[in-house]
């Protein structure tokens, strides 16, 4: 082999390139998402544990003895659940108790931005929606927004990039609120809905809620997040009346049937299965995690571990292959 600038140049750039190559077939291999869906059971006390793929059961029972509980959120890899004695406890999504009493005397509450948003009676007898830290349960804001009438509190409520989205099935309205708590009309309100809302989740530009309708079936509508603009008021037409909402990716998980079951669709209104979970009793609350995470398949781990072998001998060989530069002349 001549040795020249240029091959010794060849040398050095053909490895990278090959790492390169490998690197981004890697990125581009089929990957399967993986995650769970957590439910309450209120009569049970617990939250059971289920894939969110097939909806078999991980673990019925993951956190037990529990005060009825209502509602759950995950954030990262931590639940927070709401019992019927007003207190939000913290869990590991492992079921580890981190603190059972985060905070107290509280209602319906949302996440975002490192805190938790709960509804709570405050001295004066109005009620208000307050700000608490997330890991440690402190007082940020006791009234970030404040209702001296009752009729006026929401009965559900999501957090969504900066803004509050809650719902008032007393005036048939979704209204949005500043993380600073002004009414915030320029993230879009919906008002003089024909249907009771009742639940809220929040998908990127679009909101997603369910409704009850008397004497029909529930409903799920779809609207702009940013103008309150109808995207479809009838986006799934559901076979039974449902209080929930849970969303994870492109899919909507929503409890049914009494909350016997648990349905699949995805945000487009197609139905992905009637029953992905069923023979539930008492649901209670229901959250989603993991839908952003993904793992490869055993394929890409094989074609991984082959492009680094192969990477390792072709690194290999070109240094054996490689002339030493002459001693220069004395």
Same mark, same amino acid.
């Given at each position: 082999?001549?040795?020249?600038?240029?091959?010794?140049?060849?040398?050095?750039?053909?490895?990278?390139?090959?790492?390169?190559?490998?690197?981004?077939?890697?990125?581009?291999?089929?990957?399967?998402?993986?995650?769970?869906?957590?439910?309450?059971?209120?009569?049970?006390?617990?939250?059971?544990?289920?894939?969110?793929?097939?909806?078999?059961?991980?673990?019925?029972?993951?956190?037990?003895?529990?005060?009825?509980?209502?509602?759950?959120?995950?954030?990262?890899?931590?639940?927070?659940?709401?019992?019927?004695?007003?207190?939000?406890?913290?869990?590991?999504?492992?079921?580890?108790?981190?603190?059972?009493?985060?905070?107290?005397?509280?209602?319906?509450?949302?996440?975002?931005?490192?805190?938790?948003?709960?509804?709570?009676?405050?001295?004066?007898?109005?009620?208000?929606?307050?700000?608490?830290?997330?890991?440690?349960?402190?007082?940020?804001?006791?009234?970030?927004?404040?209702?001296? /009438?009752?009729?006026? +509190? !929401?009965?559900?409520?999501?957090? #969504? %990039?900066?803004? @509050?989205?809650?719902? &008032?099935?007393? *005036?048939?309205?979704?209204?949005?609120?500043?993380?600073?708590?002004?009414?915030?009309?320029?993230?879009?309100?919906?008002? /003089?809905?024909?249907? +009771? !809302?009742?639940?809220?989740?929040? #998908? %990127?530009?679009? @909101?997603?809620?369910? &409704?009850?309708? *008397?004497?029909?079936?529930?409903?799920?509508?779809?609207?702009?997040?940013?103008?309150?603009?109808?995207?479809?008021?009838?986006?799934?037409?559901?076979?039974?009346?449902?209080?929930?909402?849970?969303?994870?990716?492109?899919?909507?998980?929503?409890?049914?049937?009494?909350?016997?079951?648990?349905?699949?669709?995805?945000?487009?209104?197609?139905?992905?299965?009637?029953?992905?979970?069923?023979?539930?009793?008492?649901?209670?609350?229901?959250?989603?995690?993991?839908?952003?995470?993904?793992?490869?398949?055993?394929?890409?781990?094989?074609?991984?571990?082959?492009?680094?072998?192969?990477?390792?001998?072709?690194?290999?060989?070109?240094?054996?292959?490689?002339?030493?530069?002459?001693?220069?002349?004395?």
């Amino acid at each position: 082999m001549k040795l020249t600038p240029a091959s010794l140049r060849k040398l050095r750039v053909q490895p990278a390139i090959f790492l390169i190559v490998v690197t981004a077939a890697f990125g581009l291999l089929s990957t399967k998402a993986f995650g769970q869906i957590f439910l309450t059971n209120t009569n049970a006390g617990t939250i059971g544990e289920y894939d969110v793929t097939t909806g078999a059961p991980i673990n019925s029972t993951l956190v037990s003895g529990l005060n009825h509980p209502t509602q759950v959120a995950v954030s990262g890899t931590d639940l927070f659940v709401r019992q019927g004695n007003g207190t939000i406890g913290a869990y590991t999504t492992s079921g580890a108790a981190i603190n059972s009493s985060l905070i107290s005397s509280v209602g319906i509450f949302a996440i975002g931005q490192g805190n938790i948003y709960t509804i709570h009676g405050l001295a004066n007898l109005s009620t208000a929606i307050g700000v608490f830290d997330l890991n440690t349960g402190a007082v940020v804001n006791p009234a970030l927004v404040t209702w001296s /009438n009752g009729e006026d +509190v !929401p009965n559900n409520f999501t957090f #969504s %990039g900066i803004q @509050l989205y809650a719902v &008032n099935d007393n *005036f048939n309205n979704i209204t949005a609120y500043s993380t600073s708590g002004t009414l915030d009309y320029t993230a879009g309100i919906v008002g /003089n809905l024909a249907f +009771v !809302p009742e639940a809220i989740v929040s #998908s %990127g530009p679009n @909101l997603f809620e369910t &409704n009850f309708i *008397f004497g029909s079936t529930d409903t799920v509508g779809e609207y702009n997040a940013t103008t309150g603009a109808v995207i479809n008021s009838s986006l799934i037409t559901l076979p039974n009346h449902s209080g929930g909402i849970a969303l994870s990716g492109s899919d909507l998980f929503i409890p049914n049937s009494g909350g016997t079951t648990i349905s699949e669709y995805t945000t487009s209104g197609t139905l992905v299965n009637a029953s992905l979970i069923s023979g539930l009793t008492s649901l209670g609350g229901i959250a989603v995690s993991g839908a952003n995470i993904s793992i490869p398949e055993p394929s890409t781990w094989s074609l991984l571990a082959g492009g680094v072998v192969a990477l390792f001998a072709f690194c290999r060989r070109r240094k054996r292959s490689a002339v030493s530069l002459p001693a220069p002349a004395p």
